[in-house]
DNA sequence: CTGAAAGCGCTTACAG
DNA sequence: CTGAAAGCGCTTACAG
């Protein structure tokens, strides 16, 4: 009877009292120190890279640790030493391939430097409520990648200290660094090609206006093939997704002078234009109408498609982004500066007869 | 001179010295109290939702708040709490729309109950070094996507105290829950579709053999044949990659009793079929070849493609596991349990000849 | 409704 | 190389 009523309280300490309030306090640099016969001071050297602790004593500690199954709290450490080691990522787009693979490059490389990512997904419209939860989490950095998101959160941000990077976007302000592709440059190898491959009546589908990647690249289209004397007879504008690239492809080809090339802004409108010219206009692609795109996402690649487009390296664009982010400020601030990663042409049969076909 | 030294010592205490020190170590509750006229204790009551404060104090709290830009820390409330607000999200694939797609609505869902994501790309094979850190954080609870990802840091999660919901995955242990797609309803309503289509010759493409998807899809697919008096005359492993789709299709479209319809245990396996079965076989789908796929992923859309696929329902998914994984635990911990979401068939033309076609 | 005080779990000069 | 002590910025019983 009595051992049964014992059994009872404990079950119910582990379960109603414990579970939320002192499961998650777990073994902590005390109950090592006291393990290991050492102050919470040197458990603190062990656990810390280059700090001093003979080896026996470190030994000593670990083994408790391990015994105990300590894991340094994280977020004691981050308010003490007053960095999280946390660095915010900000995305949209998330169902453009292209993003989600920076999202991917950024997070490993993040790990690598054993930093932390507090992801956002952004809702563009509401992006700005995310502001103060980032400012709360005192974040050692944030990298917001996405076309078309507020550069508010960017300001408020570095307004705080905090340091921050665009990826794939900049802004007016000269406050924020960016890391960009070089879209003046990778557009102008499109115009060359279509020039190159003799293509007159040539079409331009923009993403969104505000863009700033969606602008440049337009700039660097046009230019460069005023450079052979040739210029955008129709131009549209698709804001980035595949709806939208289909509704623009559609405008586009109906015209009695329709285009012989198209140059999309990016490969989700460029995949839309292929679909649309195969299904709605009976064109043989790139016969009848040659299609580039930009980002070289995955989308590009695959053999439905076989989307000549200009490739970002992400890889590049990431690792760019957080070595700005985490250079050490040696002196002053250094003044936010734009990074260019050279961009490069993939051609593919959406623009190329191949000799196989 | 003595002015000229002065003004050296500012400024370099404020770069070299306070740059990474005391920049980030903003403004706090002690300025705001001092300001407002009110102790620390009054301010931390009028930034927590539930807590007295009449309301003159609350608007003195709130102006000086705003005017000094106060932002209240969350890692020290963190600490002082024992709770983050923090939610382990750990994903791999993020290549595959479909978990791409998962992760949006997860970040979504998390932001809507003002909790933030701290993201882990893992890569299958190094995912266990993630443990440390996840744990480290004291997160409130870790999500866990992805087919391939080892169970130890589910298990290690779960007997540290932390919550753990498994999406689109389960495990033989009985103490993780997880919520995954009805893939046994799922597939069957494949094997239907492909019965009331008249197809005898039906072939099978696994995912990773590990798989509890892959698994599961298989068995819904071959029971339910079996229903209709077929079965599988062909079996591949393409290990949900475009790469490994494109493998498995060429090993099975070149067999004499080539299959008049595959089923893919994903959609990437499934695009990569559809491409290997034009360009490579020559293959008219579906009038020579029918496929479905699994996910209902935006590839699946394409009109290059018009997969016949089925959906997961990612929102119900998310939200599903989010509930799990917040439930109030009342009362004993809940047992773990495995949260089934319906699926549903989607077909498209790569498995019905449309009547506009 | 409000304030003083203790505590969350670390780190880090400062002595020794 | 190691320990005692103060501090990081909050929250929260406990009095009043």
Redesign the pocket.
């Known amino acids: 009877m009595c051992r049964l009523v014992f059994v009872d309280a404990r079950a119910y300490n582990s379960t109603n009292i414990n579970i939320r309030k002192s499961m998650p306090?777990?073994t902590?640099?005390?109950d090592v120190?006291r393990l290991a016969?050492?102050?919470?001071?040197?458990?603190?050297?062990v656990?810390?890279d280059g700090?001093?602790?003979?080896a026996?004593?470190?030994e000593r500690v670990m083994k408790a640790a391990d015994q105990l199954g300590?894991?340094?709290?994280a977020i004691?450490?981050s308010?003490?030493?007053?960095r999280t080691s946390l660095i915010g990522v900000i995305v949209g787009e998330l169902d453009n391939p292209f993003y989600a693979d920076i999202l991917q490059v950024i997070g490993v490389k993040l790990q690598q430097r054993r930093l932390a990512s507090l992801l956002f997904v952004a809702n563009p419209s509401a992006m700005d409520t995310l502001i103060p939860q980032v400012l709360s989490y005192r974040v050692d950095g944030v990298i917001i990648s996405g076309a078309t998101l507020s550069s508010k959160m960017a300001l408020r941000c570095q307004s705080a200290g905090i340091p921050v990077v665009l990826v794939n976007r900049y802004t007016d302000s000269d406050l924020i660094s960016s890391v960009v592709g070089d879209n003046v440059d990778g557009a102008g190898q499109v115009a060359r090609l279509f020039a190159e491959r003799g293509y007159r009546r040539i079409g331009f589908m923009a993403g969104l206006p505000e863009a700033s990647s969606s602008r440049d690249r337009e700039h660097g289209f046009r230019i460069k093939l005023a450079d052979f004397g040739l210029s955008v007879s129709a131009r549209e504008v698709g804001s980035f997704t595949l709806e939208g690239g289909a509704r623009a492809a559609r405008a586009m080809l109906c015209r009695p002078d329709r285009p012989e090339a198209v140059f999309c802004a990016n490969d989700m409108m460029a995949t839309a234009t292929i679909d649309i010219a195969r299904t709605e206009f009976n064109l043989r692609i790139p016969e009848d109408l040659a299609v580039a795109g930009y980002d070289n996402s995955s989308l590009a690649g695959m053999l439905a498609y076989q989307l000549t487009s200009v490739d970002q390296n992400t890889t590049l664009m990431a690792e760019a982004a957080l070595e700005n982010l985490l250079q050490p400020s040696l002196g002053a601030k250094p003044p936010a500066q734009v990074v260019r990663i050279p961009s490069k042409l993939v051609e593919r049969a959406s623009t190329t007869l191949l000799a196989a076909n």
């Open positions: 306090s777990r902590n640099s005390n120190a016969g050492v102050s919470r001071s040197t458990v603190s050297r656990f810390t700090a001093y602790a003979s026996e004593t470190s300590y894991c340094p709290n004691a450490r308010l003490s030493m007053n």
